[in-house]
């Protein structure tokens, strides 16, 4: 099976080439990556729990589906794909933002992204593709607030740096 790559991105994401999805999380290359958060009517956020042998954060909680784009893929087109292929289902996808962050595991690898955040509505429950999400639950923003405060060992680290600035975001809109 072929490896997926990533986009290698500049500080202003400007594509500077490509690099198998692997070496460039243990180089720690910056690249191009995305975080869809789908709410419902009452405000709620679908969480997902990674499957419990993803090669990183494995069974941490985190926003609804991440990933990270193909060439000459956009950044909504890519959030649709990857919800649809994680979720199983698709919505409309506005970007809200993007950032960059770096974050380091205990593997050895890295996160080096620039972010761009996704934001959907949808009220059903998903069709989860075991092999990527172990479990899923709409969670009130205010109480996941709480528990990224009381327990922030259950919750992947890029939801940790994004939670906050996704609140600011959505209060302003």
Not at 9 to 22: E, H, R, Y
Not at 39 to 52: D, F, I, K, S
Not at 58 to 64: E, G, I, R
Not at 153 to 166: A, G, H, L, N
Request: net charge negative.
């Amino acid at each position: 099976m072929k490896e997926d790559r990533v986009i290698l991105v500049d500080k202003l994401d400007n594509q500077i080439g490509t690099m198998p999805k692997m070496e460039a999380h243990q180089k720690a290359i910056l690249h191009r990556a995305f975080s869809v958060f789908i709410l419902n009517e009452r405000g709620e956020l679908m969480l997902q729990q990674r499957a419990h042998d993803k090669y990183h954060s494995p069974s941490l909680w985190t926003n609804t589906c991440c990933s990270h784009q193909r060439e000459g893929e956009g950044n909504v087109e890519a959030g649709k794909r990857r919800l649809e292929e994680e979720m199983g289902f698709t919505t409309d996808l506005t970007e809200l933002f993007h950032f960059i962050y770096q974050a380091p595991f205990e593997n050895g690898l890295t996160e080096h992204e620039l972010d761009h955040v996704l934001l959907g509505y949808y009220q059903g429950p998903p069709k989860i593709n075991n092999l990527e999400v172990a479990d899923w639950k709409w969670m009130n923003i205010k109480k996941i607030s709480e528990s990224i405060k009381i327990n922030p060992q259950e919750y992947t680290v890029w939801f940790k740096i994004v939670f906050d600035q996704f609140i600011k975001k959505i209060n302003s809109l």
